[in-house]
């Protein structure tokens, strides 16, 4: 069996920031294959979001059974100044192992390699990237294609991001909310504040946008759901002149958001309300992410028995926080996420307990039991 504790502390060793390749998955790919696993390898992409190293490995199944899939990724955040140790060079202190991408993720894709039984009814996958943390451009999405071309798409996947709150096993996430930004451009004419008549002032057109947009009640949430929110994150008008009527305002804008809605019905919206008040303003949405759900079935009920003959705990299952990759995945089969507790994940010191390792370990050996 797989050491889950020594082969996080050899992929921690491997710095990977985003987008990551190379030597930490040199590491992973030698866990796998002792483990029957045919391991593809592949670079995609360009500078600035690349070149990205992506892993598929697959082992065939003895008899009937689904496909499973672990998801995750190898890639981590720049660390930051002010660690109490080499955060590349994996530490146990106390009950903690530190570094960075001890919980986001690398003890999770170590502890789901130790869970591997040596034979499975059905083939075991895992997708794993080098670029979560960043763009996402050239990372899972391109590992989906890859899968599709090899007719080896999954049945059932687990992602194993660090879901859990206070305590392992406390949450699982069967969706997430969307995600789009929008910046907005008004156009003016500058001149002399002393001559209002020569110019164009964009600035109240924008805030007469903006107060609007901040007005807007986007719904109430769901049964599985939050409410969405739109937010202003910046403002810009960049006039260092006391005297001067400046030639463009900017903004940008947030929005997360349930399956009510999507990307672009809400960048409809915004741009509606934007040029009612500015008609010649620019309207640039980026969509990140489309809201998904899995709705509470087979696979929840699998991962949520495993948690409890592990933990003892009741998991609930939600649908908070930021984005992941689940999001490009969820296209394709049914997806839960869970892993680690998150409250160091990107953080100085970033540490995973000794004893969650075991403990994710186990449980997900008992969801491979189950399939």
Not at 229 to 258: H, M, Q
Not at 278 to 286: D, I, K, Q, S, T
């Amino acid at each position: 069996m797989t050491d889950a504790i020594a082969l996080t502390q050899r992929l921690i060793a491997a710095p990977s920031v985003t987008p990551a390749r190379g030597e930490v998955f040199d590491v992973l790919e030698a866990a796998l294959k002792p483990l029957g696993f045919e391991v593809d390898r592949f670079v995609c992409g360009a500078a600035p979001d690349g070149p990205v190293e992506n892993l598929f490995a697959t082992r065939a199944g003895t008899g009937h059974g689904p496909h499973f899939a672990f998801a995750g990724h190898l890639d981590v955040v720049p660390p930051g100044e002010g660690w109490t140790s080499d955060p590349f060079a994996p530490e146990i202190r106390g009950d903690l192992l530190y570094g960075r991408g001890a919980v986001d993720m690398k003890a999770s894709i170590a502890a789901f390699v130790a869970a591997i039984p040596e034979a499975s009814p059905g083939r075991i996958s895992l997708i794993i990237t080098g670029d979560e943390e960043g763009p996402a451009t050239f990372g899972t999405v391109a590992l989906i294609d890859h899968m599709k071309a090899r007719n080896l798409v999954p049945d059932l996947c687990l992602v194993g991001e660090p879901t859990s709150v206070n305590r392992l096993g406390d949450m699982m996430k069967i969706g997430r909310r969307g995600s789009v930004n929008i910046w907005i451009t008004v156009p003016g004419t500058q001149g002399h504040v002393a001559y209002p008549h020569l110019a164009d002032n964009p600035v109240p057109k924008l805030v007469r946008a903006l107060a609007r947009i901040d007005q807007v009640v986007l719904d109430q949430g769901t049964d599985w759901f939050q409410p969405s929110n739109i937010e202003i994150t910046d403002l810009e008008v960049g006039n260092p002149a006391t005297n001067v009527i400046p030639a463009a305002a900017k903004a940008r804008l947030s929005i997360r958001f349930n399956d009510l809605h999507t990307g672009e019905s809400l960048s409809t919206m915004i741009r509606d309300i934007v040029l009612a008040e500015a008609p010649h303003a620019l309207v640039e949405p980026r969509i990140s992410g489309e809201a998904f759900l899995t709705p509470p079935g087979a696979l929840s009920a699998m991962v949520a028995d495993a948690i409890r003959d592990v933990t003892g705990l009741e998991t609930e299952k939600s649908t908070t926080g930021g984005t992941s990759d689940a999001r490009f995945l969820s296209k394709l089969c049914p997806v839960v996420e869970f892993g680690l507790p998150n409250a160091t994940m990107h953080k100085l010191d970033e540490a995973v307990a000794l004893k969650d390792i075991g403990d994710l370990t186990r449980i997900y050996q008992a969801v491979l039991h189950r399939l």
